[in-house]
Structure formats: C-alpha cells, structure tokens
C-alpha cells in the first residue's frame, strides 16, 4: 500500500485510528471519574435521566447501580475492555459492544446523578456507537495500520459490506463516525440562526456570555477576557468570529465534500475551541481530537480520497 | 406542541440533506448502515426538537449559547477548611470532565429547597463533598456556603453576593 493510500480518507488505517482515537478518549474519561464516589451521595440526588429511566426505574435497581461495588466493578470492567479493545482490534471484536455498552451505563449513572447533559460527551458516545456496532469483519475486515497487515490471515478471512468491497466498508464506517461530529455542529449553529437571529451576532450577547463563564468557577480558571471584553475593537472581532463561526457549523456537511474547505473549517471550529477554553472555561477536548483525527487524516495529501471521489460522481 | 412538529421537520429535512448529499453510496449498497442511519435520522432532530434533555438523553438539543438573553447570575460555592481559609470547592474532585454538571446540581437543590439552611437532602449532599474534600486533600470543611452573584459585563467587580445557604458539619 502506498503512503498516499495509507493516508487516504476511509481507508482501513483511517477507521483504525478513529477507533483507536474514541476508544482512547473514554478510557482517559473513565479512568479519571471518581464513580465509586458516587455511591456517597443520598439517594434523593439521583433520578433517571432520558434513556437512564429505565436502567433506574425501579428502587431497587437504584440501589444496585448506586452502590460502590457495582460502580467500582463497572468502572474497572469498562477500563479493561477499553484497553483490551485497544490491543486486540481484531482478535475480540466483540468487545466494542461490550465497551459501548459499559460506558454507556456509567454515563447514564452519570447524568442521574449530576442531571446534567454534558454535549462535550455526546460526540465520543455517538462514535463510539458507530465502532460497537459496525465492529464486525463485514466492515472492518482488518483493523491495524502497519503496511504488512494488508495481507489476510487465511484462518480469519474478511467478508464484504452487502454489495461492496472491503475498502469500503472502512469508508462507511469513517463515513458514519464523521456524520455523528458534523451534525451536532449543524444544529448549534441553526439553532442559533432560528433562536437568535441577528440580535444574538450585533447585540451584546456574547460578552455577556464570556462574562458569566468566566466568573463562574472552574478548574481552568481564566478570567483574562472579563478585562478585554471591554475593548470596542476587540469585542467586534469576537462578534465577528462567533458569526464566522456559526456560519462554518452551519455549512459542516462541507468537510465530506472538500479537501480545501476541510482544512478551513478545521482551523475555524479549532480556533473557536480553543477561544472558548480561555474566554469561557469550556474546552471540548474530545472533539478536537476526533475532528483532528477524522477529518484532519491525510489533509496534506493531494488527491482527493475515496470518498470525495464518490460523493462528487 | 405546534413548535416541537415545526422544529422537528425543520432538523429532520435538513438531516435528511446532509446524509442524502454526502452518504448516498453507502446507503445504497447496505441494508445494516441504511437501518442505523435512518433511525438517528429520526432520532437526532427529534431529541433537538424538545425543549427539555432530561426527557430524551442522549438524544438531546444542541442549543448553547443561542438564547439573547444569558443568565444574569451565576453560584459561588465557598468552603472555609479547618485551616480558615475561604476558597472556592473544588468540583474537579468529584467529576474530572464535567464538574460543573455538580454545580448545577447543587443549584438547582438549593433552588428547589427554598432555604438558607437545614435542609435534609441539601445537607446530606454537601456533606458528601466535604467528605470526598476531606479524603483528597486531608482538610476537614468546617462552612459549605452557596452564594448568588450577579454578573456584570467587562472589568467591573461582581455584584453583591447574595447568601442562598449554608451548611455546617453536624457535632
């Protein structure tokens, strides 16, 4: 395989290190959530949140979820199946199921407890879904990066996606993944344009929103935009920027079509991560590393990867 | 009602578009990835066309920072440890990628409360974090106090703090 084809967009390299990329982010995620605290807080503080209700419908169930045993033992069963996942790729295959499943109940416990959405961690979830259930040799027939792993093992062959060939079933799969990124993006920034309009761009209403974020507490702690709000000149840039913004989540369907446009809103949605980490204290790490990983895969290549090829035929 | 159908058709065409303009090929050669896809079509744009997440987790609205009118408050949530020093908690111990999912928590008990003090769930809640503090730094909290500070734009200081509750340990 040349480099170029290593480093082309759905390939098996590509959906490789996506997986790799997910499965890392919430082993990093779970291994660093006190859940066996969980279990200290009073009962009243939980309640089922969205699907959670029925995973902790009944009191009974409660109890069970909420108690450090099965917290700890699921909190150390999602580690090692995330790690597992990890270095077995394609030996237990059935273990992203597995994974998924696992994350996906800390997570509701989660939010039963703290009643809060947090969107930094949808997109990962979203992904991770895509890997559990398209984990199987019909898509990913070989998951691994090395060049010599091209040829099949005879006693493991790959099978195909119903109609297509091997390769893409990778690309469908990258495909889906990068589906799951770009439509939360599209829906902030038509939300914005159907809830805001232009009010939410010329009014005041960022700053207002920097100066809330940034005296709440939190562990970044940066306060540095409170004083440069202030400046007329730097205040309309950042108006500016927030409607250049919006503008590029709204078009985010444009990074499966162009190479060039994907660099660009690359930068853009980058930029604007890391400008809220410091104006607002709120940093979606674990987007930037999917976006990074997803869509900024072979962007120095020239030719257009195989799915731009069959998107524009 | 009639703005959750609108809304819904809203998303849902424009989720249509994007997998229809961008992923035709896949979809058409496998029956596996048409089933997901069509049921995050439809799940996706619904979850965005409710107004509450608690509800629809994990399918929910993706609506920050949209509103022209953000919160004119926000909660400080001071403790003063057995050294007498006054700081902020620190929530980080207690979620290392959302702590400020506990905040809000917090919030909206002592909202729901109604009080200063003396409430059974609030003060068993709070009890808790001083107890996680206690075990991560060595600190015993001796004053849990939850603060109600109005924003105010640019370099000006806050707004006067307005006391919402306070909890001290049981003897």
Known sequence: MTSQGRWGWGTKQHASAVRLAVLGIWLMIVASTPYEQYARFPAGMSAGFGLGRLLLGHETLKSFFFSSPVLLALKWSAIVSCLLAILLPNRWRWLTPVVFVNILVLDLLTKAINGFANHAQLGPLFVLLVFAVFSDRDYLPLI?????????????PPSRPPGGTAESGYASVVWLAGLMLIIPYTYIALNRLLQGGTELFL???????????????SAYESTVFVGWIQIPWLAAMLKGGYFVTTLFELTSVGVLFSQRFRLLWLVVIASFHFITLVSMNIFFWENLVLMAVIFGWGIWTRSPSPMEQGSLA | MMTIIGNFLIYFLVTVGIVLLSGRRHLARDKRL??????????????????RSRATYPFIRWAMYSSTAPPRTYQEYLIRDDSGRVYHYPFEHIAFSSPRAFMIRLEQLVQ??????????????????????????????????????????????PGPRTLRYTWRPKR
Do not use: K, W
């Open chain 1, 144 to 156: 691994r990066f090395r060049d010599a792993a091209d040829a099949v093992p005879a006693r493991d």
């Open chain 1, 203 to 217: 009014g005041d209403a960022l700053l207002d929103y920097i100066a809330f974020n940034s005296r709440y507490y």
């Open chain 2, 34 to 51: 048409a089933t997901v896809v069509g049921a995050l079509v439809i799940l996706l744009p619904a979850g965005q066309a409710m107004p």
């Open chain 2, 112 to 157: 729901a409360c109604n009080c200063t003090g003396s409430d059974e769930l609030v003060d068993d809640v709070i009890a808790t974090f001083a107890s996680i503090h206690r075990d991560r730094t060595g600190r015993t909290v001796t004053q849990f106090q939850v603060y109600e500070v109005p924003v105010t734009t640019g370099s000006q200081p």
